[in-house]
């Protein structure tokens, strides 16, 4: 008598797609399964049943998606460099036991553990999940991979502007380096190297390559570039990923800039900065009806207000768009939360109110192919935040009601 698992996902799968096990048993007069889904660390997420089909009598099927997407989320920490972004990622494994009748008596046999895999806060479209490799994202001595992000390889970026990669790991790589090639308008470059060794057992890591964090930890300033580009690197300077470009741009000084971010669908925060914010402030109102005071008739306040709460939302300007940039802004619609970066400390929830996007190609365009977005804040925000300069350390976040709370605690 043995379980036997079938099929099972790549040892790192996006929660979002399907997370399917397979398995079955030879023992006779078989009855179910009964699975206990268990972390990394032996906690019991869920115990449930597994029954055979009629096209499939010795064994059955189960598909962990919903229950594991409950247990990964997008993962930030906004004023450091590298920070391994553990509430993103979850290891799991099973333990799976055969249920039978023997001699007529409902029998349960020896449970089976299966090797620790991971799901992480991804979804890949359908299509290219058919062709979906583990090893086109996770970090890989001799491998090349890819960030977890949709963003175009080559973007525009200045000095008040936000940039987040993030990325998968098996712990394959010891040695670990950052590097940044800036280059200037004669063609020559500055190398800058970060060694990130020290996080290479975390399994999925965020870089904050933002200006500011460029700055202060490398002494880097974009500004004396023309365009730079980022990539990891191991001990022998081999490439693990990906090249990505940043095109320097100054900031015209008759914009106001505004950083958004939000969770992409493969698992990082993607940013774009948009530009001349318009609120709209609108307020919600409670009042009564009071009875007629005769002794002071010309002072009765008939309709008194007892209560007036504000509703506040910003519409923001994209800069001309590319065709890439368009598409990829689709993402922002999907998000399962958007931020506004208000300084290098401080984030705020937004909701983002628009439920579509036209998605027309620059050439169609007679003017400039620009978009809008209205967002709108949580209850308890408004929109001078906007323009002060506050300071609240990521993790700790205002919550919807005005308090705080420490997400990575």
């Not at 996902?9 to 096990?21: E, M, R």
């Not at 190609?361 to 949580?378: A, C, D, I, M």
Request: with cysteine; net charge negative; proline share 4%.
């Amino acid at each position: 008598m043995a379980v036997t698992v079938t099929n099972k996902p790549q040892l790192y799968t996006p929660v979002g797609n399907p997370v399917i096990w397979k398995v079955s048993t030879d023992v006779d007069n078989f009855l179910y399964f009964k699975v206990s889904i268990l972390d990394g660390d032996g906690n019991t997420i869920l115990n449930t049943l597994i029954y055979p089909t009629p096209d499939f009598p010795t064994g059955g099927v189960i598909n962990l998606s919903r229950v594991l997407d409950n247990y990964v989320r997008w993962d930030i920490y906004n004023n450091l460099m590298v920070y391994p972004a553990a509430k993103s990622i979850l290891g799991y494994t099973l333990s799976i036991a055969e249920v039978y009748l023997s001699s007529g008596v409902v029998t349960e046999g020896t449970p089976v553990s299966t090797s620790l895999q991971y799901v992480w806060d991804g979804l890949i479209n359908r299509l290219s999940f058919a062709n979906y490799s583990q090893d086109t994202y996770i970090l890989k001595t001799g491998k090349v991979i890819n960030f977890l992000t949709g963003k175009p390889s080559t973007t525009y970026l200045n000095e008040k502007g936000a940039e987040y990669l993030y990325f998968l790991n098996n712990g394959d790589v010891t040695t670990l380096v950052v590097k940044i090639d800036a280059y200037g308008s004669g063609g020559s470059s500055t190398p800058y190297t970060y060694d990130i060794s020290a996080f290479s057992a975390y399994k999925m890591l965020m870089l904050n390559i933002s200006p500011d964090i460029l700055q202060s930890i490398l002494g880097f300033d974009i500004s004396t570039c023309t365009y730079f580009t980022i990539k990891l690197v191991d001990g022998d300077g081999a490439d693990l990923s990906e090249t990505r470009t940043y095109l320097y741009k100054k900031l015209e000084c008759y914009l106001e800039p505004v950083n958004i971010l939000f969770a992409n669908s493969l698992g990082g925060i993607d940013t774009y900065q948009f530009v001349n914010s318009d609120i709209t402030v609108a307020a919600s109102r409670t009042s009564i009806k009071r009875s007629l005071d005769t002794a002071i008739s010309e002072l009765n306040i008939m309709d008194e207000v007892i209560s007036s709460y504000p509703t506040e939302s910003f519409t923001l300007n994209t800069r001309e768009l590319s065709d890439e940039e368009t598409m990829w802004l689709q993402e922002l619609l999907l998000s399962k939360q958007v931020f506004f970066k208000q300084n290098s400390d401080t984030l705020v929830p937004l909701q983002l109110a628009d439920t579509s996007i036209s998605l027309t190609k620059k050439r169609y365009v007679t003017g400039l192919n620009t978009k809008q977005f209205t967002f709108k804040l949580s209850d308890g925000f408004t929109s001078d935040l906007l323009m002060n300069d506050i300071h609240i350390v990521i993790p700790a976040i205002l919550g919807a009601n005005g308090d705080f709370y420490v997400r990575n605690a």
